[in-house]
Structures are given as C-alpha cells and as structure tokens.
C-alpha cells in the first residue's frame, strides 16, 4: 500500500491544521477518530520525568514523537477515562432501546441516572431517573419588503418592512423516576386547539399503600352512569386514595372543554345558547350624536312602531386609513363636541342651552371658532394652532386629525338607521382608529347638519367632522356613551320565530340558582318577570 502525504496549504477557503500535541488531538473531533490501525504508545523516562507520546502504523511513525509533563498526562488520561466512561454508558443505553424495540434502531442518547439512597427507594419504588426526549424543533427568518410607488401615499409609508419570524416545535418527553412516578409532555405549536398539548405528571403506588395514584396536570374523570357524565378534558389534580376495601377518588381541577348538543327537526337546527349581559357587540354600533341618543327609549315606547320624527337623509363615514387605501381619501380634523347641545367635553365649547337640542354645526361653538381659520383647514398647521393659546385642545380628548383617512362605502362597510339615528359598522372598528361622520336630517320639517360634506369641501382643505370614536380609550369622555352597548349577537342567521324562545335569569347567590326575577321585596319588581321588567316581552 503506498504512503500518501498531504501538506498544508494556506491558500485553501478552511486550511487544514494538524496538531501534535496530545490532549490537542483529544479536543478535535472534526475529523474523526485516527483509524484503527493506528497504535498509540505512551512509555515513561524515568531520566527526563516525561512520558514519551508515540502514534505509529505498522513500524511507521503515525505523528512525530512528542512527550508530556507529570501534569499533562495526567490531564490526558482524565479526559481519556471519562469519554471512555461516557462511551460505555451510552453504548449500554443503546443496546438496552434496542432489546426494548425487539432488535431496531437505536434512539439518542440518553443516559439513565442511578441515585443511591434508601429513602428514594421507598418513595420512588426505584433508584433510576430516566428521561426520554424525542421531537424536533424548527426555527425560520426572514423579511418581507414591499414598496407602492404611488403619490397619493406619503413617502414614508411607501415602503413596508415587516420581520418574518416563525417557530415550529414537536416535543415529546417521558421520564421515569423508579417505578412509581412517571412525566409526559407532548406540545406541538401546530396543534390546532390548546387541549392537543398535554401535560401530565402521575405518581402510582403499589397495590397495599394508600396512595394509589396522584395525578396532575391534564387528567380525567371517567363515570360509569348516564345520569351524571365524567369529563375527558380536565386540567388539575386528581387523587386516589385506597383504605381497605374503601377508595375515595377526588378531582380539583379546571375544565377546558365544552360540550354542546344540537337537535334537528325538519330541516332546521334548534340550538340552545346562553349570552352574558356583558357580551355586547362592542365597537360596531354607534349613535350619531347624545340628541339621538337621549330621544332613543322614548322612540322605542310602543314596539314595533317607532315613535321618531328624525329622517337621517344622508351620513358619509371615515375611519383611519389602515390598510392604506388610495381611494376616497381625505384629510380630516374631527372634534368630540361638534354638534353637541347638553354633553360638551370641553366647557370653553359650552352650547346655547343644556337642555337636549337637535344636533346641528351652530348648537356650540365649535364650527363657528375653526370654519374660517384656514391655518387649521391647511391640516399641516392644525395642531400648532389648536393647541395654542386661543383653543388649548387636547389631541385626542378635544380633536384629533387623521392624514388620508378613508371613507367607508354605506351598505358594504355600514348601514344606518334613518329614524333612530345610529349607524352599524360591518366591521369591529380597531383600538388604533378614529370613527367620525357628517350627516344630515330632517326634524319636525327642518333639517340640520353636522360636520362637512367630501363634495361640499372638494378643495385640498382638511374636513371637519363628528368624532364618535378617538385612539383613545377613556370611559369619562361623552363620546363613550354614544357607543351602543344593547345590540348582542346570536351567532346564528335564519331564525325562525316559530320555536323561538328567549329567557332573562339572574343568579341568586343566596339560593345558588337562576331565577327569572329580581329578590327585591319592595319597588314591586319581585313579582314580575325580568322579561317584563326589561321590557322584551313586547
């Protein structure tokens, strides 16, 4: 067999660099093991004190001779013991996976752990500690850059970069602690409901002891009768206990399912539901103004006819502009109290009279203090003018501006209700969105207007509208109450009025059920149902 020799080159992209020195060589693994028929010798001089480091093939030397201290060697053969000892237990590990898989592959390496000790014996039923992963994990980068080359957008919101970042991982662990107490996790971020990701730790006894099995995290309480069912998804601990022929099985936990019947009859689905009063559609419903507010309950007297002499004639819509639509766009500055006679936020903005008058642009001073002022319809120099000395607003509590905001199309994107004066928006309007309108109507045969118009206004001045909604989430501003809050949802669509039934209860927490009244001795409310009290019933 000729001999091969290969020198270094530096000129190489990863140059090679072999080492002579013995605990070196131990530390590199790049390039694997030396090959077998490589021997290695290590001989002591007592005249030096070195001991003489040898590789050789055959009677060829393998690496040049080298030599090592006292301390070195014994460096050496640490190193050299314990990837020894590590090699053996995992070889072991190995073999004892592939008895246990009846001759198959190997799994990873996983060592067992012995802990000595009479006392973890007899809790644990064992001394050995094992733990078995098996799973992957998957990690993914990337940016997304995008750019519209369109002038009606401002430069700075041209381009998009947005960072891509997403992690996969499917983990499953079981670990042993002796033979009583064992560990399983399975998580998976693919999973699609929460339930899918189990955790569960369980402790068994053995047949005499009273504790039978603690079990926590993800367990379950399976009941032998139709009357009463036991649940499959539960998250806690259950226990059980066994004292001669006596066993006692108790659950403290959290359920995380939820089980739903539905009948069918004729073609029709009949499905029960109960809806919180807090479960309001929320941000979707809006009064145009406090007037159509204030006159809502007395319109709604004699359902189903509607006693209201407002006709809304005509209401144009503009939300913030956060899907960056080119079309239907305006510069806006919409003020809280415009239009307001009885709730101003501002008292420098106070109307003609606090009692409740007709929304309309003159009932305060708001459109008549900024309709001239052309420094604040130039929109670029609003805030400096009404955050000065002669308004002293407060973005987003008086007034806020939105660049470009968009108008929403009637039918598609909202619907109003002509007589009683609120609009619907098909969509949730978002906690980063300012809402305001103009709108226009008649009452009692006159007609009023609040706000500006996109075609009355068809210059490149800023519009001013009514704000029904700021960026700004404050329960004490006026504008809060002109968010409906008495609009819910079913969840379903073709309700049939035959078979419909609608129930209100409340939870006595002195007696521990629902009841259908109000425990009021006096104010004559314990004697009807809330039905009647809340007025459904017609």
Excluded: C
């Excluded at 004892?96 to 990873?108: C, T, Y």
């Excluded at 001239?372 to 008086?398: C, H, P, W």
């Excluded at 009807?528 to 019933?537: C, T």
Aim: hydrophobic content about 30%; proline content about 4%; glycine content about 8%.
């Amino acid at each position: 067999m000729p001999l091969m020799l290969f020198a270094q080159n530096d000129s190489l992209l990863f140059p090679f660099q072999d080492s002579y020195d013995p605990l070196e060589q131990e530390d590199r693994k790049l390039f694997g093991p030396p090959p077998s028929s490589v021997e290695t010798e290590v001989d002591y001089d007592p005249e030096t004190g070195n001991y003489n480091y040898q590789q050789s093939m055959g009677k060829l030397n393998y690496r040049p001779p080298s030599y090592m201290s006292f301390d070195e060697y014994s460096e050496y053969e640490k190193k050299k013991s314990m990837g020894d000892y590590w090699k053996q237990i995992q070889d072991e590990a190995a073999d004892e996976d592939e008895a246990k898989d009846g001759g198959g592959s190997s799994s990873a390496f996983r060592p067992a752990i012995n802990v000595e000790g009479e006392g973890f014996d007899r809790i644990f039923g064992g001394n050995t500690i094992s733990i078995n992963p098996n799973g992957s994990a998957e990690l993914t980068f990337g940016v997304n850059s995008s750019k519209t080359e369109n002038p009606a957008i401002p430069v700075n919101q041209r381009r998009i970069t947005t960072f891509d970042f997403r992690q996969n991982i499917q983990l499953n662990v079981i670990g042993n602690i002796g033979e009583k107490l064992k560990i399983q996790t399975n998580y998976n971020t693919q999973a699609t409901f929460d339930f899918e990701n189990q955790m569960k730790l369980e402790y068994t006894g053995y047949e005499d002891e009273i504790i039978q099995k603690i079990e926590l995290g993800n367990v379950s309480l399976p009941l032998q009768s139709s009357l009463i069912t036991g649940s499959q998804a539960l998250f806690g601990v259950k226990t059980e206990l066994k004292f001669g022929r006596l066993t006692i099985t108790s659950v403290y936990t959290q359920q995380k399912s939820e089980r739903r019947e539905v009948s069918t009859e004729g073609g029709a689905q009949e499905v029960e539901f109960e809806v919180g009063a807090d479960d309001y559609e929320g941000y979707r419903h809006y009064f145009l103004g406090h007037f159509f507010r204030d006159v809502y309950e007395k319109a709604l007297a004699t359902p189903p006819i509607i006693n209201s002499s407002v006709n809304i004639t005509r209401v144009e819509v503009w939300v913030t502009n956060t899907n960056f639509s080119t079309e239907n766009t305006r510069n806006i500055i919409a003020f809280q109290d415009l239009g307001e006679s009885r709730r101003v936020y501002n008292p420098d903005f106070a109307g003609r009279s606090t009692n409740n008058k007709p929304a309309s642009n003159g009932q305060n001073k708001v459109y008549n203090k900024i309709y001239k002022n052309t420094e604040i319809r130039a929109f670029t120099q609003a805030s400096r003018v009404l955050e000065g000395s002669g308004y002293n607003l407060q973005s987003r509590f008086d007034y806020q501006k939105v660049e470009l905001a968009r108008k929403l199309e009637q039918g598609r994107d909202y619907t109003y209700n002509s007589q009683l004066g609120y609009i619907s928006m098909v969509q949730e309007i978002q906690p980063n969105q300012v809402l305001s309108v103009a709108f226009e109507y008649t009452y009692n045969g006159e007609t009023y207007r609040v706000g500006e118009f996109s075609n009355d206004n068809t210059g490149s001045d800023a519009l001013i509208l009514k704000m029904l909604k700021s960026s700004e989430l404050n329960t004490s501003f006026p504008m809060w109450d002109l968010m409906m809050k008495n609009v819910y949802s079913l969840g379903a669509y073709q309700l049939s009025s035959q078979g419909f039934e609608l129930g209100i209860w409340y939870l006595d927490k002195g007696k521990g059920i629902d009841i259908n009244y109000l425990p009021i001795p006096y104010v004559g409310l314990n004697d009807r149902p809330l039905l009647q009290v809340m007025g459904l019933d017609r």
